[in-house]
């Protein structure tokens, strides 16, 4: 039998290390190749990794939680593919000293309990043959207390040790070859740190992957959590409820890890009753951290701020709701905002540009990748529509509707997330009017969008000028002014206003 390993893979994009989320198998599973077992957490998105290999599993390498490096073992899987061992043969045995007399240890039958002695590794032997004598060798006291000393663990170096008297290779490298006088021994090399043993899944325990990761986060061991889901199963509730009755078992980790967010936080603190709490920052928060620092003191930022009427673009999201052409998918103010944005950057071409530090150069891109900044509970992931200036309404829908299903579940994938020239964030779905954003490292600009709400606006003008209750919001644009200046910026948000205040404009671009 073989015993391969699987070795962490490059999950794209030249990243070097990946944290251990999930297992999805255990040790014993028999698996097939394509199965996944793992699912990982890059600093970009969460992957699944199927298995190269089909065999049983024989011991996973790393813990969940864990950060391994690319080419890392992470899990042992036996292929079941080998050779036989060769018959055994009389002149290859080595000779053993015969059993003494006792229940079941009669070299030619078998015990009482009905087994056979045999030598490990060369199964029972069928044969009548005798095994020939062996020849006596005469009592070595020096052997004898060697052997003794080893026993006991202990070796002294002034013990003699005695000249081997069988042909394979001697017991130290510097061994004497009988013709002077007995060398001490050196002594033996004391036991060393204990090799770390393979991570088991629970298995039993019925969980989803984000509730094994609140509990491990909270250091609560699920098997002691009672589940009041279909068949068992231990919910969110179950896991936060269990942690504020101030369970003290001794055996839960204290250390808290990544959390997603205050409830999380509030619930570390009840469990743990400390003054504070840390969340050291690993995968997608990390990366977010870094980038943010990166753009913030790199690229030099221009806001602007507009608001505007959208009163027309709520009207049309519920024309558009009732057509076939959209229908199971979800129509929101955001699906008109990114057609209102691809066609204000088919004008101002500067906004979807990326700058060439190397050759300072301004590089503008032809295709427009349009980012969608989505909050996740591993944290804030901006995968982008490819090419989203070329699409239709109703293909801008179904992309838009793939992308947050994806976030959601935590299936974005590296490539879903590079090659972006321009990002929307809506801050309005947390109930804020407005923000300054942050530019997505390398890209030209960001757009914020601020709640949609019911205000008084003024109407008409003149004698007909009146206060009515309209939909209205506040968008702000961040961009890089070594790529844009204030007029290309601020034009570009007019652009955007003018279209979502009246979307027949749109006919015009």
Not at 174 to 188: E, F, M, W
Request: proline share 9%.
């Amino acid at each position: 039998m073989t015993i391969r390993e699987f070795r962490l893979p490059d999950p794209g994009e030249g990243l070097v290390e990946a944290d251990i989320v999930t297992w999805r198998v255990a040790v014993g599973d028999q698996i097939s190749i394509n199965d996944i077992v793992v699912e990982i957490e890059t600093s970009k998105s969460l992957v699944e990794l199927p298995s190269p290999y089909a065999g049983v599993v024989t011991g996973l390498l790393v813990a969940e939680g864990d950060t391994v490096e690319v080419g890392s073992p992470i899990i042992a899987i036996e292929d079941g593919v080998g050779t036989a061992p060769e018959p055994a043969r009389d002149d290859l045995i080595p000779e053993l000293p015969e059993p003494e007399a006792g229940p079941g240890s009669d070299g030619d039958a078998a015990g009482a309990g009905g087994r056979v002695s045999v030598l490990v590794g060369y199964g029972p032997r069928t044969t009548e043959a005798k095994r020939r004598p062996r020849k006596a060798a005469p009592a070595d006291p020096a052997s004898e207390q060697t052997h003794a000393m080893l026993a006991a663990g202990t070796f002294a170096t002034d013990a003699p040790v005695s000249r081997r008297t069988d042909k394979r290779e001697p017991l130290h490298a510097d061994a004497d070859d009988g013709s002077g006088p007995p060398r001490p021994a050196q002594p033996l090399p004391g036991p060393g740190p204990a090799a770390p043993q393979p991570t088991v899944a629970a298995a039993a325990v019925l969980a989803k992957p984000p509730v094994r990761k609140l509990a491990k986060d909270l250091g609560i061991n699920l098997a002691d959590v009672p589940g009041s889901g279909p068949g068992g199963v231990i919910t969110r509730d179950d896991v936060l409820g269990w942690a504020e009755a101030g369970s003290d078992q001794e055996d839960m980790p204290a250390e808290p890890v990544e959390a997603p967010g205050v409830a999380l936080r509030q619930a570390q603190g009840a469990a743990s009753g400390a003054g504070e709490t840390r969340i050291p920052i690993k995968g997608v928060r990390k990366s977010t951290a870094q980038a943010m620092v990166r753009s913030a003191f790199t690229a030099p930022h221009v806001s602007a701020w507009l608001t505007c009427d959208v009163s027309a673009t709520m009207e049309l999201v519920e024309r558009l709701k009732v057509r076939r052409e959209f229908a199971d998918l979800r129509v929101s103010p955001l699906l008109i905002i990114i057609k209102a944005v691809c066609l204000a950057l088919g004008r101002i071409r500067e906004l979807n540009s990326s700058w060439d530090e190397a050759a300072q150069e301004i590089v503008i891109k032809h295709a427009i990748n349009l980012g969608i900044a989505a909050a996740t509970p591993r944290g804030l992931v901006v995968p982008n529509i490819k090419d989203a200036g070329s699409r239709d309404l109703a293909d801008l829908a179904v992309a838009l509707n793939e992308l947050v299903t994806r976030a959601r579940q935590g299936k974005t994938q590296p490539a879903d997330m590079t090659g972006g020239s321009f990002t929307i964030t809506n801050i309005g779905v947390f109930g804020v009017d407005a923000g300054t954003p942050i530019l997505n490292p390398g890209e030209a600009g960001i757009l914020c969008v601020g709640q949609i709400a019911r205000r008084p606006w003024v109407m008409g003008q003149g004698a007909d000028e009146r206060i009515e209750p309209r939909w209205v919001t506040t968008l702000a644009v961040s961009f890089d002014h070594r790529l844009a200046d204030g007029a290309q910026g601020s034009t570009f948000l007019a652009a955007v206003a003018a279209i979502l205040a009246d979307p027949g404009l749109a006919l015009l671009y």
